[in-house]
C-alpha cells in the first residue's frame, strides 16, 4: 500500500475539539466508514483505525467511556478487554503477514481520551529502523486506502475470529 502524508496539525484540532470518535462509532455515528467494526460484544467493540499506518491496524475499546487503562476497569473489566485484544491479534495475525504484532494502549486526556488498545501488524521486511514506534507514528505517514480494501479486510478478520472460535 502507498503511504501518504498525514496532517498532525488538523488532526489534533479534531480531536481536540469534537467529541469522543469511539463514543460516536459505538452509538453508530462515527462519520468514517473506513472504521469497520471486526468484533463487538456487550462490553468492548473493536474497529479498524481510520489512519492506519501499517495493514491491519485495529483499535479494541471498552464501550462505556473509560480512559485509565488500570484504574478504571475492574479486574474482571480489564481481563475480558485483554481476551478481545488477543483475540483480534491472533486473527490478525492470521489475515495480514506479521513478522510481529504490536499491542499498545495509547491516547491522552488532551485528546482520544477514551480507553483504547492499538493491535498493528508489523509485515515482515520492514527495515528495523522504521519498526517499532517509528511504525505506529501517523506523522510518518499513513497508508492510503480505501473503503472497498476497509470492508474485505473487516471481512477477513471477523471470519478469522469466527473460525478461531476461542475465548
Not at 496539525?9 to 469522543?20: A, F, N, Q
Not at 473509560?66 to 475492574?74: G, K, Q, R, T
Not at 495480514?96 to 494502549?105: H, K, M, Q
Request: net charge negative.
Amino acid at each position: 500500500m502507498e503511504r501518504i502524508s498525514f496532517d498532525i496539525d488538523d488532526y489534533e484540532r479534531r480531536v481536540r475539539s469534537k467529541p469522543c470518535f469511539i463514543c460516536a462509532i459505538v452509538a453508530g455515528q462515527h462519520d468514517s466508514k473506513l472504521e469497520q467494526i471486526v468484533a463487538e460484544d456487550d462490553e468492548n467493540i473493536a474497529f479498524l483505525s481510520r489512519y492506519p499506518t501499517l495493514p491491519g491496524y485495529v483499535l479494541v475499546s471498552p464501550k462505556h467511556h473509560h480512559e485509565h487503562v488500570v484504574d478504571d476497569l475492574d479486574e474482571d473489566e480489564y481481563l475480558r478487554l485483554m481476551r478481545m485484544v488477543r483475540r483480534v491479534g491472533r486473527a490478525l495475525q492470521t489475515v495480514v503477514p506479521t513478522e510481529r504484532l504490536y499491542i499498545a494502549s495509547l491516547g491522552s486526556q488532551q485528546g482520544n481520551a477514551h480507553l483504547h488498545w492499538h493491535v498493528a501488524a508489523l509485515p515482515p521486511g520492514v527495515p528495523y529502523r522504521e519498526q517499532q514506534f517509528h511504525a505506529l507514528m501517523a506523522e510518518n505517514g499513513i497508508l492510503s486506502w480505501s473503503l472497498e480494501q476497509a470492508v474485505e479486510l473487516a471481512g477477513l478478520i471477523r471470519a478469522a475470529l469466527a473460525a478461531d472460535g476461542t475465548n
